[in-house]
């Protein structure tokens, strides 16, 4: 009766209402109503699944008072199923040079990237709520994990680890330092010149004087003492890029700027709930205007303003996948697709598009490239060229299907003959019984199931009957492709302001932010990566829920920082407030304050380590005044190192 779909537990829909969990009619209105999310529906010999997670509690409380805890019934998982191969990894210990100039040793590329897909599914079990329950949850998994991990089949290469302490400290350095973390220490290249300690202390404190000294400036003062110090020699171009990273940054422009400009910055933001406020094998994908008359935002205006994205078999001219939007893009075709995945539960060995924008778009690119069998392909069809076989059938289905509804403006753009004119008098005159667009999903999947029950006239079978003929040529695709798949990369860095991470898809703004283990604003990650430029990664399906953020390294590597949750929106009228509503405003509100005396006091600490202060400037440039200039180089260090401790006491 459970079973897991689309790393989702599921529960057999009929189980429900067979079992007394609820009745029949209470299930269907539930279900139009979305208060239970269907995963797949039925049909020629599937049963439908619904999400567990999605069933209201009382109903949730009935089924574990029948049967227990459903997640600790379906046992059937090993860690391997979550293992999926990384091609970059395997480039990346391919490429590796050491200081010789010589590659790692094949056996050795081959064990570090087991080691990095080992350490992907680690993550992705982590940080999965869903998936954490199938090993325990957050108390267990790790113990679990670990066992799992000793399973694996010899010809696995990665370490062995003793404990969870050393599992968990390599997971983290991974998190942080990326594949290069694999690398073993005999192995690894020397370190470039890093700025740390007193040499980052005195550039921070040079460059933080309100007087603004340039890079340029900053590398003369450290230059005239850095013999006399024992320190190394710098570039401009290393100062400057140390200095524009956030967590210098942080420091450096609230003592340099002031506050406003540190707040315009770093400024942590709440933003306001003000929606009350107001009252208002061939696989072939093609597109095209969705001929069904409809009302768009009210009972007066008529339209026909809906694109169709349909995915076909072209053998058997099955619709596998489709999407309805107002514009054909890229997130459409996505959905399309994701839903010709989940259906057929397998690979195309060929999969062409015609060249929309959509469709050869970078994030677009990303999935098809993935989408093939081993040994298929993708590509676009050539313009004007009578090649795509969508085209074909999305003709037919337009005319034998489409067109028979009696609200179709029968306006296809293959159309043109003066029988498939729509008479609109008719239309018109009977408008008020037009659906609205919210009616269209349970239209199209009438129209759909109705097309994949017919069939052509010298066909022997239907397109159902055609498509479920067995063949020896399938390349199944399992639940961790697909959710590896269906995630897309936005094509360019997206900055990560003081208010969160700003994302706009199919026209629609989504704002994000990035929370801790308590529900708190995450202050490590603010501290280090606000202001800084990031790349998105996001399921167009879950866009309401949270995105994936990960920074580019130096070698082009896309190393995840951190998932962002939908920012949470507060209400500033009382009355409106419910909850602990006004708890979480306040504890939000604080963040402003929590981030400003922290910075504030690492700058104190910086006076304090270096004696370099705005004090200490008026000092040296008093004794400056007061020597013509000619104060000789030892006293002024010692002017630097003692001044600010003789006169000030202040912090």
């Known amino acids: 009766m459970f079973k897991f779909q689309q ?36 049909g020629n010999g599937r049963k439908a699944l619904v999400a567990y997670e999605s069933i209201p509690d009382r109903f949730k409380k009935t089924i574990r008072e029948k049967v227990g805890d459903p997640y600790a019934s379906v046992k059937n998982i090993v860690f391997g199923d979550y293992m999926n191969w990384d091609h970059d990894a395997e480039q990346y210990f391919k490429d590796y040079l050491l200081d010789n100039g010589s590659h790692l040793p094949e056996e050795k590329q081959k064990e570090y990237t087991h080691q990095a897909i080992m350490f992907n599914a680690v993550k992705h079990i982590a940080t999965n709520v869903v998936v954490q329950k199938r090993f325990g949850g957050k108390k267990q998994m790790w113990d679990r994990m670990l066992e799992a991990i000793s399973k694996l089949p010899d010809t696995w290469m990665y370490t062995r680890y003793k404990n969870v302490v050393s599992f968990k400290r390599a997971i983290q350095k991974y998190e942080q330092e990326g594949y290069g973390s694999i690398v073993s220490g005999k192995w690894l290249n020397s370190n470039p010149s890093k700025i740390v300690d007193d040499v980052a202390d005195f550039i921070m404190a040079q460059y933080c004087l309100p007087v603004k000294y340039t890079i340029s400036e900053v590398l003369k003062i450290y230059e005239s003492v850095r013999e006399a110090k024992g320190w190394k020699t710098l570039s401009e171009r290393a100062i400057g890029a140390w200095l524009d990273k956030t967590e210098q940054k942080r420091i450096w422009m609230l003592a340099r700027d002031g506050k406003d400009e540190y707040m315009k910055h770093f400024g942590h933001t709440v933003t306001r709930n003000r929606t009350e406020w107001f009252p208002n094998a061939w696989w072939a994908i093609d597109g095209t205007k969705l001929d069904l008359v409809h009302f768009e935002n009210n009972k007066q205006k008529m339209a026909a303003a809906l694109k169709i994205n349909v995915v076909f078999d072209v053998y058997s001219e099955k619709i596998i996948g489709w999407d309805i939007a107002y514009t054909e893009n890229h997130a459409s075709h996505f959905r399309a697709i994701k839903m010709a995945v989940n259906e057929s539960g397998c690979r195309p060995f060929l999969f062409t598009y015609d060249k929309q924008s959509g469709h050869t778009s970078a994030k677009m690119q990303d999935l098809y490239e993935k989408l093939p069998a081993k040994g298929g392909e993708h590509y676009s069809h050539k313009v004007g060229r009578k090649s795509s076989p ?23 753009i293959k159309v043109r003959t003066a029988t498939n004119k729509p008479n609109t008098d008719f239309i018109v005159e009977y408008k008020n019984a037009l659906p609205t667009v919210d009616q269209f999903n349970k239209i199209f999947t009438a129209l759909v199931n109705k097309w994949n029950a017919g069939k052509q006239e010298d066909w022997e079978y239907n397109r159902i009957e055609m498509y479920n003929q067995a063949t020896e040529h399938r390349e199944e695709i399992n639940i961790m492709d697909q959710l590896s798949m269906f995630w897309i990369d936005e094509t360019k860095v997206k900055k990560y302001y003081a208010h969160g ?10 704002i994000y932010e990035v929370y801790d283990e308590t529900n708190n604003v995450d202050l490590n ?10 790349i998105v990664r996001y399921d167009p399906e879950r866009l309401d829920e949270f995105v994936g953020l990960y920074e580019l390294t130096p070698s082009g590597e896309k190393r995840f920082v951190a998932y962002a949750q939908s920012k949470r929106m507060h209400e500033s009228i009382p009355v409106l407030m419910k909850g602990n509503s006004k708890a979480l405003l306040l504890q939000d509100v604080s963040v402003r304050d929590q981030e400003f005396k922290r910075d504030q006091e690492a700058y104190e600490r910086l006076i304090h380590r270096t004696g370099i202060s705005r004090e200490s400037l008026i000092e040296e440039q008093e004794l400056m005044v007061k020597f013509q200039g000619h104060l000789p180089k030892e006293e002024q260090m010692a002017t630097d190192s003692g001044a600010f401790n003789t006169r000030f006491s202040k912090y």
């Open 390 to 412: 969508a085209e074909q059938i999305f003709n037919r289905l337009q005319q034998q299907v489409i067109s028979k509804m009696w609200f179709s403006d029968k306006q296809s």
């Open 7 to 42: 790393n989702t537990l599921c529960v057999a829909s009929t189980w429900l209402y067979d079992s007394g969990i609820m009745s029949e009619a209470n299930y269907k209105y539930l279900c139009s109503n979305g208060k239970i999310k269907k995963v797949t529906i039925g």
């Open 525 to 534: 990650f603010r501290r280090k990566y606000v202001g800084e430029n990031l």
């Open 501 to 510: 991470m700003p994302l706009t898809v199919e026209g629609k703004d989504y």
